[in-house]
């Protein structure tokens, strides 16, 4: 009867392990010979298991391996995986990087867009915003200015590292002296 | 091979994948290592099953009739004599089946030493349900600074493009600007017509600089005799007429 | 250290367990202390598993946890059994297994039959054989090879453990390239 036990206890952990689901106690009585207690079978599985690096759990109506919650931790490799800032976030922290202290109202005046609250979310949580106070004009709005996580986030060492306005911005922003008689180059 | 009823040859002949296949049959029942078979006998073996299944079933496929044509060319050099030359390329040919007969019964074997060995999702299982232990980070940002560049010009290109920007209508004349339009102009202003009439209403520093470059056109013309000039009394309009008018 | 062993054998076993897909030796030796190896980690472990229902075994790419092959036919009744192979897709898997990379007319002319589309395709949809370039020889035919999967499947470790071609039946083994004189069909 041991041998045909540990038989039946290898049988048993063979069937939980290559489950998909949880494996319960119905389908490995119907494994088991009549006269076999699948309940016997699992207590004695469950204490082989113990001090392995995987243990049998109860889950839900089923019995299946897990990991040993002390390995657990040690397993988990993290994979960082860089996110990429939507177009609309990366165009309002430009605006914000040259037009400091800037409020919401310039933003989507110079952006031509209203600007959504979850947009100066994303870049507050991410730490590339900060608020700057407030400016003094009726309605006191806010005022947004970059952080020293933006100068990191970039490789600046200092805001006088971004290009001039403009060297970046050359023809939409061309000087309105120059007269339209004269031929544009 | 047994030949009792048609039907049974056919069947069997059905069973074959193909003529190799029904030669190393007939080859495995010499029950002899398969290096010492008796091609000859084989090959009689093979004809008489072909020529069987030929007289009840006339479109046997044509690769075992093209065996059975090589095979009788076989058998017919085989039986000359062993001096004649021609039995000697017949021997290197029996060789060469040998060997390919052979090899097809090793593949045979290794096949079913492949199909012997536990198969994954068949005899054995992997585990059913497996765990990830991998967590993702994604609290770190792609972005550098040309893309903050490139999203900068973009932002303002587009914001600019939305107020359909037109550039203010600039009217700073040239002094040959003002030559070119009084000498248009003159012969349709009867008499004399002050000098303010020869370019558009404007105000402020537009109208001086205006007024500026078409007093300096009126002298050169006048110099050149091509209009005349008068001014009444000082700071009075300056009429201009043109040489024919009285 | 005994200790210390148990830590890392249980470790060992956490990590192959885990996975559906086999685990490379050196995923856990980046798992591992620098002077833990992780070769003997996992003979340690094998040998621990030895007569349980799941046992420890190296397959092509690593090391997997699989349920031991003479529990198959009582194990095969509950979890379901995806169909074997037909003849013919065997015979040509063993062919391309043993003389890879071989050509489709090799294969023809090894069974005296033509292989068939659906053979290839259930080969090719079981991932057991994959394309290896191409023959240089006029027309340019695609050679073909087994895969890690084929490995995998079979449960072996490298294609060397597959037997010898003379072992595989006691004949005088004759080159067959020259069997060109016989019409291939």
């Known amino acids: ?185 | 091979m047994t030949t009792e009823s048609p039907d049974s040859l056919i069947l069997s002949l059905e069973g074959f994948e193909g003529p190799l296949d029904l030669l190393l049959d007939l080859a495995r029942a010499q029950k002899v290592d398969l290096a010492r078979i008796s091609i000859l006998a084989l090959v009689e073996q093979y004809l008489a099953v072909i020529e069987g299944a030929a007289r009840i079933r006339l479109e046997l496929a044509a690769d075992w009739l093209v065996m059975a044509a090589w095979l009788t060319w076989l058998k017919s050099r085989l039986l000359l004599p062993a001096e004649d030359p021609e039995a000697a390329e017949a021997g290197q040919s029996a060789e060469l089946l040998a060997a390919r007969l052979a090899e097809l019964e090793r593949m045979r074997a290794a096949a079913a030493w492949l199909s012997a060995r536990p198969l994954l999702g068949i005899d054995v299982f992997p585990r059913g349900a497996p765990e990830e232990h991998t967590a993702t980070d994604r609290s770190r940002l792609v972005a550098d600074l040309p893309a903050l560049l490139r999203a900068y010009v973009e932002a303002v290109r587009r914001g600019t493009a939305r107020v359909t920007y037109q550039p203010r209508q600039l009217s700073f004349w040239t002094v040959q600007d003002a030559i070119k339009r009084l000498t248009a102009t003159l012969g349709s202003m009867p008499g004399w017509t002050t000098l303010e009439r020869f370019f558009p209403a404007l105000s402020g520093q537009e109208h001086r600089a205006a007024l500026a470059s078409t007093l300096l056109a009126s002298l050169e013309l006048a110099r050149n005799g091509q209009i005349r000039l008068r001014q009444d009394s000082p700071f009075s309009p300056i009429l201009v007429a043109s040489p024919r008018d009285p």
């Open chain 1, 1 to 185: 009867m041991t041998e045909d036990l540990d038989q039946y206890i290898r049988l048993a952990e063979a069937l939980i392990f290559a489950s998909a689901e949880p494996t319960t106690q119905r389908a490995l009585t119907a494994l088991l010979p009549e006269d076999v207690d699948a309940d016997t079978i699992l207590r004695e599985l469950q204490k082989r298991s113990e001090g392995r690096g995987i243990e049998l759990v109860q889950v839900g109506l089923g019995w299946q391996f897990r990991t040993a919650p002390d390995l657990a931790g040690r397993l988990t490799r993290t994979i960082s995986r860089p996110r990429r800032l939507p177009r609309v976030a990366m165009e309002t922290l430009a605006i914000i990087a040259w037009h400091q202290p800037v409020t919401r109202a310039q933003i989507e005046e110079i952006r031509g867009a209203s600007l959504s609250q979850a947009t100066l979310d994303a870049l507050l949580e991410a730490s590339l915003i900060k608020s700057a106070g407030h400016r003094d004009v009726p309605g006191r709005p806010a005022l947004w200015a970059t952080t020293p996580g933006f100068l990191a986030q970039f490789g600046l060492n200092s805001l006088s590292d971004l290009p001039k306005r403009a060297d970046l911005v050359l023809e939409t922003v061309a000087p309105i002296t120059a007269a339209s008689t004269i031929p544009a180059d």
